[in-house]
Structures are given as C-alpha cells and as structure tokens.
C-alpha cells in the first residue's frame, strides 16, 4: 500500500512502492470534486446544529427575493439572513455568520475562507447562493463525517479519533504528527479550548483539508511515488503559500 | 550571493554558492530575534496611525491598576482598555482590537495569531503586559519599514514596492512569486480590497514574516545550500503545518 491514499475524484490510489516509509490503511472515500469526506460515513442524523439550522420562516427585514426554482427555501432564507448588506452574495465575514459549530460557536476565519476558496468558482470573493449551496451540502457531508468519527459522541473529535479519521481516509501519518495537528487546530479554536486537545468541527474540516491539499500537493512532485521529492527554493515558497 | 539572505539574529548570510538559482539583492536587515525588518529603515514620523494611538487618558472603565514600574504609562493604559474582561491579559480576540491599520481598519486575524505566536513567550495563548510592549515595539518597527517602502505615499503596498522590499530584505523572488503573494495578501485583506493589488500594512507584515520563515525552514533542509532539498512526506507536511 502507499503511504498516502486520498485524492481527487477520479484519482486511484497509486501502485505500491516498494521505497515508501508509509502504508495507508482502509480504502479511500469517496472523495468529491472538492476535497474530502462526504457521504459515506455518514448516519445522517438530522437536526445536529453543527451548520446552524436554517430558521423556519422568513427572516423578519427580508426584501421581497423569490428562491430559485428548485432551490431549497429553508437554505434560500437563511442565505438571505446572513446577507445583510442584500447585496445577494455573501462576504467571507457574513459566511462566518452562517457557518456555527456543534456548540454554536462560529466557525473560525481560516475555515470559513477555506470553504470561500472552494466554492467561490467565480473567484470574486464572495459567495452566490448556488455556490453557498454547494458549500451547504458539502458541510452537511462533513457533518455526518463527524459524527461518524466522534465515536465518544463528546462533540470534539480527540487523538485517537482524529488518527482514526485520517487512517479511514487514507492517510498513515505518526502520532507526532497527529499531535502537532491536534496542537495547531486546537490553538485555532480559540483560547478557551487551548491546549485540552479536543478538535471541534471547524477545526476537524481544516485539519483534514489541509492534510488532503498538502498530500495531493506533495504527489504532484512525488512523480515515482517513493515519499521523497526534490524541490527548490521557489517551488517549495509556491507550494506552501498556495496551500495555506 | 545566495538565494535567500535574510535570517536571525546573529546569522550570517550563507557563502556563494555556485550550484544557485536565485541571487539576493542588498543587505540583510539587522533582524531581531522575532524575524524580519525592524529599525534602520524608519524615517520615524509619529502619529502616523497604523497601530492606533494609545489614548491620551486612562480609559473610564479601568480599575486602580498601576503601570509596572518603568513601563510606558499610555501603553499600559492602551493595554487595559483592550482587555476588557481585565483579566491582565490580551487573547487574540482582544489583541486584534489593539493593531489597527492605517485606514483604521483592524488587523486580520493571521496576523494577529502570528504576532501572538511570536510573542506569548510562555505559550499560554494570551499575552501579557510585557509581552505586549515587546510586540508593541516590533509593530512599531514595522510601521516605520513600511513606510519607507510605501514609495508613493497610498498607504499600501503595490508588487513594486514589495518586491523592492523584499529584495531588501535578502529575498530575491522572482515576479511571479511576488505576484502570488500579492493575490495571497490582499485577498486576505478583506473583499473590499479584493484583486486591487495593494497590500495593507497587517498583510505586508504577514508576507514578509512568512517568506522569512519558510526560507528559515528551507534552510534547514539546505544544508549544503545549493537551493534544492530533499524532503520526505511527513518532513514536508510538518514543515508546511509548523509554518502556518
């Protein structure tokens, strides 16, 4: 087996190599066009409130706005609740608005701009509704993902949950590395969870995205799939700050 | 010259080597520990706005605190007026409010959380009083390097002027970095500045100290300095998450 297997839609897990250091464990997801995780795992509770439930009615200062045909209505007004300004596509600052954790905390800005990088295909910067509904769903996937892998059900995914996530998705990494993972994205969490070791949502989807962006980036120079590249300095500065 | 020339305190720029593809321009800035720039560019104008003015007065809502002794008595009070659960320290919700741009805007969060990184010497995530003089007067350095490259005047940085920057600075990148740096940051600088091309004071501060450290980082690897590394999966994922 090699020692990473996540990958894009389409993407077959590369051939064993008899040099690699790492042997990834369990068949890949899934993966969408987009990254990661979805469906699979999933035991599709409803009504978790990680994304934030969309309200039941019309916002009370909504404009006169119809949903798109076939849109959903419930995700249509809580789009519309989000986009105070009502200019009909929603800022990075106004997607946090819209995206909450399991303990109604907001999602944290890098999370919320790496969801913005995904699904803002037009890459003007802001989020039309089509688009936030691609993000919507996205997120309903990674949510059953989370659950999934929750297994003490502490709505924070720990050490063994997280290296247990990975393995599932592919990616057989030493626990120094988990633990810095747990470290970073703990940190990022906020100072009141700082140093407990406990993953919440926002920062379980950074985590794994950033494991799966960095390992596809890390394959496209690892051309015979040995687990070492060769790259200067520039391609190495590229690399990094385009993953980031 | 080297590729890369900025680095430590105490550091001395690599000998030439011949095997490089990339050659520094100018001296390297007498870092401090902290990082890049500080001090010898400043024409040191006061007043000028970037990290907003600590207030005249004692704020109306602090306690009976005392500035420690030799402390700078408007410093201090600006430290208390941010901490506004007067809990004697700033957490990176609190130091946000502390660093203003010079179009008064607050720093983005990335580079509150490195300012914070670079500063909380005790990693407990939250900064003290004299953790905060010290940042304080790394900022202040950094204001004064700023505007010595803000060569027109506008208050931010145009890829001309950060290129000359960080030129200066011993990094000679070629133009398409710069350019991805330039989509990077200011994309980073909120929607409203969004594709313009112009990097805010937080943002410049935020590229500058990135491109420092993933060339510190490089240079780890580059031992025998020719500008090429040979790096495994996990080294190379433990590199990028470190730096971020």
Not at 55 to 69: K, L, T
Not at 93 to 101: S, W
Not at 154 to 168: D, H, M, Q, W
Not at 216 to 224: I, S
């Amino acid at each position: 087996m090699s020692y990473y297997q996540g990958g894009n839609q389409g993407y077959r897990p590369p051939p064993q190599s008899q040099g690699t250091q790492y042997s990834g464990g369990g068949a890949p997801p899934s993966y969408g066009q987009q990254g990661p995780p979805p469906g699979a795992y999933g035991h599709g509770q409803q009504g978790y409130p990680y994304t934030g439930p969309p309200p039941q009615g019309r916002p009370p200062n909504s404009g006169p706005q119809q949903p798109p045909p076939g849109a959903d209505q419930q995700l249509f007004f809580w789009f519309q609740a989000v986009d105070t300004d009502k200019s009909g596509a929603l800022t990075t600052e106004e997607l946090q608005k819209a995206l909450i954790n399991g303990d109604w905390s907001p999602f944290n800005m890098e999370t919320v701009r790496l969801m913005m990088n995904m699904f803002d295909t037009d890459n003007n910067g802001t989020i039309t509704f089509p688009e936030f509904a691609g993000l919507w769903r996205y997120i309903e996937d990674w949510k059953k993902c989370f659950q999934t892998f929750d297994a003490d059900g502490s709505g924070t995914i720990n050490f063994a949950e997280l290296k247990n996530a990975l393995r599932t998705f592919g990616y057989n990494l030493s626990d120094n590395f988990i633990n810095l993972l747990i470290k970073k994205y703990d940190k990022y969490g906020g100072n009141k969870n700082a140093g407990k070791g406990d993953v919440t949502f926002d920062n379980f989807v950074q985590s794994c995205v950033t494991v799966k962006t960095l390992t596809d980036a890390f394959r496209r120079y690892d051309t015979d799939n040995d687990g070492w590249i060769l790259i200067n300095y520039e391609q190495f500065l590229e690399l990094v700050v385009n993953n980031r």
